[in-house]
């Protein structure tokens, strides 16, 4: 399959144009955070009406539902990013907004224009939204256990704290005079960030999913490996050359730390993983709690649980998920070691959830992983369904649908069949949506059972299919509004296409960059059929000759964590090593030179397409070229940690100051791991900055040459704690640490449990300036607190743009007191060029728009209302008795959002 694309002559300059900058520099219209959607459909209860996020749009889009289809009634704008969406009754609805950190309440009663009468303020990254307890009246939400809004320390850098949250609002009490509502309870669960939710028929229990839950795999550290008689075989690449010790992935069997090969490793891993992955919340409870003991929690359900759903017949939980098989090594064909991961990243599951059992079921197990690698298009790959996602199912729970967002498929079950594990995969039970030959991605799905109707997001084209499932009929395609480019929209099926990527049909890149992030996982993707090669260079930082050199990249490179695809922009060469480049050594420059050039990294993937996804060759160049226009483009969002302000705490500061000082030592911390969001000045239009690394490489750190890496995300890598004494190296814990909520730590191999113990190190202590360069190095002493303040600045580092990004406030006749500090704040950070705000409102059947410009000052998109200072819009909305939210929006796409939708610079008024 070849896809040509439309916009080929888009270059690399177009492509980041796209980026929003920091402070003050230009920046495009568009922001891409590739926010992966969770709950995208919702019908109201009578039926009459369906609900649909407009993710790249930033609004909820309404249907009137007839036998005949759907009739746009309209749309809200909400916040950045909204992913999900809940009906609570017909008169309102509630939408999860992803970026901004905030939920909008809409009033939709039929006959009154729809409009946001609450925003409700929660934290990081709320994903999911579900209605239960007494009535249904209870609000759950899940988030990240951290963010800006949340009225707790997140405690990162304490052990045993589960990184999870459910918020819990009573929807009839939200508290009418607090800024961002009053929740019932926060709840916090002892898992990774979490995503999915689903709600028993009666409402008294709802299911909370953690997100990355991981599979009891970790990483030992190369010089326990060492110790202990070294890493299996084979320990040589495919010329004999010896290679370097690396760590090594084991996983807890229920008995024992075993890897591949199933040696054991018990004495070195001082903690458990519980793997504890849905959790039982009693909603009727006073306030709403986890259920205590065994009967709370659900494990070994999945690595990445993407969604779930009740039968309401038997009150069985289905939840979609993959399963990763990272403890296998090596990738390619295998020709030297035998097997390897190829085409076998992370297997397609759902798993049923009932009275403490969990029943995984294996979508694809037609597959035979140990069979010849077969040319497209086969047999095999039309049974698959990859990246299973959202559900919807029969009142009578007798038949499941399943979106495949990665076969742009409808996978169709018999019920008893999947809980029996007798289903039989075939092409036949499935309903194909592809438009014209093309991908279209589903993502969620809601079944009008009383027309006979399936609804589906499909995320490619930002459409709604219109389904009859009896005939697997599309029978119409409802488009949304889409501000994305063309860059976008072309290159975004090839990271989630498994039916293209590779030959059985079940991996693709999405399947570990996840929506574009990562799985929180290490992989060893060494190929013993390579040979070691010179590391292509520049070097940031090479020791003393007395110091052994490591400048070669082997064959066998041991584990490496999952890199995030966000935010690959001048960030140079790519992978851990820095061993997917374009250019050799010198010259190189930056910003796109050689080395640097990050277009030509990236093509340099295509050998991955062979040799991990598990296609018989590489993808055609049109295609990559679309892929690579598209990734380049993935941001990373605000940091959740550092102050709405972007001040630092005095520890933060003092971290920050370190970081950029030699103190006694050879260099600061930032001689490699360059800090310049600003560097655009240097090198003029576009040009994203630097956020930790400039693309250089490091020869000592391990024994391997290493790219230095971004730190734009070490809050993310949060919750492993224990790692044992490595006494060459590292100081570490000899005793066991208990239950930790990941694997997988810091650094290359994931093998360091924290940023502070890593700073232990000799080389960092040589390097910048702690002991044994006259720091008391004691519990308590001076070596010691500098060590946590320079964590504490790292996990509050810089990002691509200011914290205040997203962020939103909706100002009420009952709270303005409550909401003027907040909205002073947006308009001091837009003062500074960190954002753009703007402000909605209704008038009549009309939302109007305004942009802010300076000066307190706001322009509208309604001709009829001329600039409006700050206190006279606030007047208009109060006079009006209507709400005014606003929201702070990325740098240059004020005027897009608030004035000019379409932007063809006519206001929206005028058209």
């Given at each position: ?49 369906l ?8 609004r ?27 009906a ?9 907004n ?33 209605f239960?307890?007494p009535?249904k ?16 320390d ?24 607090t ?48 110790q202990?008689?070294?890493?299996p ?13 690396t ?30 992955d ?10 709403p709690?986890?259920?205590p ?7 070994g ?35 030297f ?33 140990n ?47 999947l809980?029996?594990?007798?289903f039989?995969?075939s ?10 030959g093309?991908p ?32 697997k009929?599309v029978?119409?395609r ?12 072309e290159?975004?099926?090839?990271l989630?296409?498994?039916?293209f ?5 079940e991996s ?11 799985d929180s ?12 090669i ?31 695809l ?6 140079g060469?790519m ?60 941001m ?11 001040s ?11 970081f950029f ?15 310049a ?13 630097f ?69 232990h190190s ?21 070596g010691d ?10 996990l ?59 000066a307190?000052q706001?322009?509208?998109s ?23 939210t ?26």
């Amino acid at each position: 399959m070849l896809r040509r694309r439309v916009g080929a002559a888009l270059g690399f300059a177009a492509a980041l144009a796209t980026l929003a900058a920091p402070a003050a520099a230009e920046a495009s219209s568009f922001a891409l955070f590739e926010s992966g959607q969770v709950r995208p459909l919702a019908l109201s209860p009578d039926g009459s009406r369906l609900y649909a996020v407009n993710t790249p749009d930033n609004r909820l889009e309404i249907f009137h539902v007839t036998t005949l289809g759907l009739i746009h009634l309209g749309s809200v704008t909400v916040g950045l990013e909204p992913v999900a969406v809940a009906a609570r009754n017909n008169d309102e609805v509630w939408v999860v907004n992803h970026l901004s950190d905030s939920i909008s309440v809409i009033d939709v009663k039929p006959g009154l224009a729809p409009r946001v009468v609450r925003t409700l303020l929660v934290g990081d990254e709320p994903r999911d939204i579900v209605f239960g307890g007494p009535g249904k009246n209870r609000a759950f939400i899940t988030t990240a256990h951290r963010g800006q809004n949340v009225p707790f320390d997140p405690q990162l850098t304490t052990p045993g704290i589960g990184r999870a949250d459910v918020w819990v609002f009573d929807a009839a009490n939200l508290g009418p005079n607090t800024l961002g509502g009053a929740p019932l309870n926060i709840l916090t669960l002892f898992t990774d960030t979490p995503r999915a939710l689903a709600v028993s028929p009666d409402g008294s229990r709802v299911y909370a999913a953690g997100f990355h839950t991981g599979n009891r795999t970790t990483s030992l550290h190369r010089d326990l490996v060492a110790q202990l008689g070294g890493l299996p075989a084979p320990r040589v690449d495919s010329d004999g050359v010896k290679q370097p010790p690396t760590a090594l992935i084991v996983k807890f069997d229920g008995q024992h730390w075993v890897d591949y090969d199933g040696d054991t490793w018990d004495g070195v891993v001082n903690f458990t993983l519980p793997d504890k992955d849905v959790f039982v919340i009693d909603a009727a409870a006073n306030p709403p709690v986890k259920l205590p003991g065994a009967s709370g929690v659900y494990s070994g359900v999945g690595t990445i649980l993407f969604n779930m759903i009740v039968n309401p017949a038997n009150g069985k939980v289905y939840v979609t998920n993959t399963e990763a098989n990272n403890l296998q090594r090596f990738e390619g064909p295998g020709t030297f070691a035998g097997s390897t991961v190829r085409g076998h990243l992370h297997e397609s599951r759902i798993s049923i959830l009932k009275n403490g059992t969990v029943s995984s079921r294996h979508l694809n197990k037609h597959i035979d992983y140990n069979a010849p690698v077969a040319p497209l298009p086969n047999a095999t790959n039309a049974k698959s369904l990859a990246t299973p996602v959202g559900m919807a199912i029969t009142q009578n729970g007798q038949k499941l649908y399943v979106a495949a967002l990665g076969s742009s498929k409808i996978g169709i079950f018999d019920t008893a069949q999947l809980e029996n594990d007798t289903f039989v995969p075939s092409a036949s039970n499935h309903i194909v949506l592809d438009d014209g030959g093309e991908p279209v991605g589903p993502t969620g799905l809601v079944l009008d059972e009383a027309r006979n109707r399936l609804y589906v997001l499909t995320r490619f084209d930002n459409k709604i299919a219109v389904v009859n499932p009896t005939t697997k009929a599309v029978l119409a395609r409802v488009p949304m509004y889409n501000p994305e480019p063309p860059s976008i929209t072309e290159g975004r099926p090839y990271l989630y296409d498994a039916r293209f990527s590779s030959s059985n049909g079940e991996s693709s890149c999405a399947s570990c960059h996840v929506f574009g992030d990562f799985d929180s996982l290490a992989w060893d993707l060494g190929n013993p059929d390579e040979t070691t090669i010179p590391m292509p260079g520049p070097v940031a930082l090479a020791l003393p000759e007395f110091f052994e050199t490591f400048d070669n990249l082997d064959a066998l490179k041991g584990p490496m964590t999952t890199q995030s695809l966000r935010g690959m922009a001048n960030h140079g060469p790519m992978h851990w090593r820095g061993d997917r480049t374009m250019g050799n050594a010198e010259p190189s420059a930056q910003p796109n030179d050689g080395t640097f050039d990050e277009r030509g990294a990236f093509a340099t993937f295509q050998g991955g397409f062979v040799g991990l996804l598990g296609r018989t060759q590489p993808i055609p160049p049109d295609d990559m070229e679309a892929f690579t226009d598209f990734v380049l483009q993935i941001m990373y969002p605000p940091n959740p940690i550092r102050h709405l302000d972007n001040s630092l705490t005095p520890d933060q500061q003092a971290g920050r100051d370190h970081f950029f000082t030699p103190d006694a030592a050879i260099l600061a911390c930032e001689d490699c791991h360059r800090l310049a969001p600003d560097a655009n000045a240097a090198f003029g239009e576009p040009f994203p900055g630097f956020f930790g690394t400039d693309g250089r490489y490091v020869l000592n750190e391990v024994p391997q040459p290493m790219k230095v890496p971004h730190l734009r995300n070490l809050y993310q890598k949060v919750g492993m704690f224990g790692m044992p004494a490595v006494p060459s190296i590292l100081p570490g814990h000899n005793e066991l640490t208990g239950d930790q909520v990941r694997g997988f730590g810091f650094l290359n191999d994931g093998a360091e449990d924290t940023i502070f113990r890593f700073m232990h190190s000799p080389g960092f202590d040589l390097l910048s300036g702690f002991s044994p360069n006259g720091f008391d190095d004691r519990p308590g002493g001076d070596g010691d607190i500098k060590r946590r303040q320079v964590e504490q600045f790292l996990l509050a580092f810089d990002s691509n743009l200011a914290p205040i990004v997203g962020q939103q406030v909706t100002w009420t006749s009952h709270n303005g007191a409550a909401a003027s500090g907040r909205l002073d704040l947006f308009l001091a950070r837009a003062d500074e060029g960190e954002c753009d705000v703007v402000a909605k409102m209704r008038f009549g059947l009309e939302e109007i728009g305004f942009l802010y410009v300076g000066a307190s000052q706001f322009v509208s998109s309604q001709p009829s209302f001329g600039p409006l200072s700050r206190a006279m819009l606030v007047l208009v909305a109060n006079l009006l008795h209507t709400e005014l939210t606003f929201t702070a929006v990325p740098p240059g796409s004020g005027e897009r959002i608030g004035i000019d939708r379409d932007d063809d610079g006519i206001c929206d008024g005028y058209e």
